[in-house]
């Protein structure tokens, strides 16, 4: 594994740095942590909200997280934060990468969206805060990835050009 600090501005292909790992098996294990809590039966306001808003933290990494599958499935060019928490798991570089490149790191992404929302729908019990929490949360991202994320990806599958951006620039 190259570590971040031998980065030398050059785009390269690292591994995930293995705390982004570690940050985000520690979330899902806390996560999974509170949901045994709230099903041993706490009736708890906090922990019932805290088990819906972990569970759409976690369905945000997943959705980052199957952004970067589709990314790496197409050997794309990406370059990780130096920071614990930067609120992407990656850039996505268009400059060097291409159209159908793009289009798979999309694609990812929305898969693992709905493959979360299936998985709160398949698992969450519906009928207490903690699903509700949950469900709407994601509700809530999938509202945002309609509106921030599938317009650009229309445009590229359509011909437009790469988007420019946060997400698309190498951090400073």
């Known amino acids: 594994m190259v570590p971040l600090a031998a980065w030398n501005g050059s785009w390269q292909r690292l591994v995930v740095p293995h705390v982004t ?7 899902t294990a806390l996560m999974f942590l509170v949901w045994s809590i709230e099903r041993s039966g706490a009736r708890s306001a906090a922990v019932q909200i805290a088990a819906g808003v972990l569970t759409a933290i976690v369905g945000f990494l997943l ?18 934060p130096n920071r614990v928490l930067a609120p992407l798991l990656f850039h996505f570089d268009c400059k060097t990468n291409d159209r159908s490149q793009f289009l798979a790191m999309s694609y990812g992404g929305y898969l693992g969206s ?22 709407g949360l994601a509700g ?16 590229v599958l359509r011909g437009g050009a790469l988007p420019t951006g946060y997400a698309f620039d190498p951090p400073k």
């Open 21 to 27: 790992i570690v940050r985000d098996f520690l979330l």
């Open 140 to 155: 809530v991202g999938m509202v945002v990835t309609l509106l921030a994320e599938v317009p650009t990806t229309v445009r």
């Open 63 to 80: 959705h980052e997280w199957a952004h970067l599958a589709g990314a790496r499935w197409t050997a794309s060019h990406v370059r990780y």
């Open 114 to 135: 709905f493959v979360g929302v299936g998985l709160i729908l398949l698992l969450a019990p519906l009928d207490r805060l903690s699903g509700q929490v949950a469900l």
